[in-house]
């Protein structure tokens, strides 16, 4: 978002995005993360506290984007800065729920 040009945003449909937005929750075991999202094999305690430092540090920076900032996602298609906080917000609490799984 931080990268992209606010004038090139295009408003596009996507079905699932709809569906999924609306239910505000994404199925288990029904997607495959792209090969470039996925962790190494090895992810140590300080590797974590740095990733969400900079996580929160990129939260911070969304606040001042403009509207039609903008996210590709490769299934949702072109998100804008509202859709994109809605869909951090719904993978987060997706992953929270996996973890929430394995702790039981």
């Known amino acids: ?24 929750f994404i199925p288990r075991g029904k997607g495959k ?5 996925l962790p190494p094999e090895d992810v140590t305690e300080a590797d974590l506290k740095q990733q969400l430092a900079q996580a929160k540090k990129y939260l ?9 900032s903008h996210f590709k996602h490769f299934l949702f298609g072109v998100l804008s800065k509202k859709q ?3 869909f951090l917000v719904i993978h987060t609490n997706h992953h929270l729920k996996i973890v929430r799984e394995i702790l039981k």
């Not at 978002?1 to 505000?24: A, C, E, Q, W």
């Not at 993360?33 to 999202?37: C, G, I, N, S, T």
């Not at 911070?60 to 039609?68: F, G």
Request: aromatic content about 8%; charged content about 30%; overall charge positive.
């Open 60 to 68: 911070e920076n969304i606040k001042e984007l403009p509207k039609t």
């Open 1 to 24: 978002m931080i990268h992209s040009n606010p004038s090139d945003y295009k408003r596009d449909f996507k079905p699932i995005r709809t569906v999924l937005f609306t239910l505000g």
């Open 84 to 86: 994109t906080i809605r």
């Open 33 to 37: 993360a792209p090969k470039h999202v």
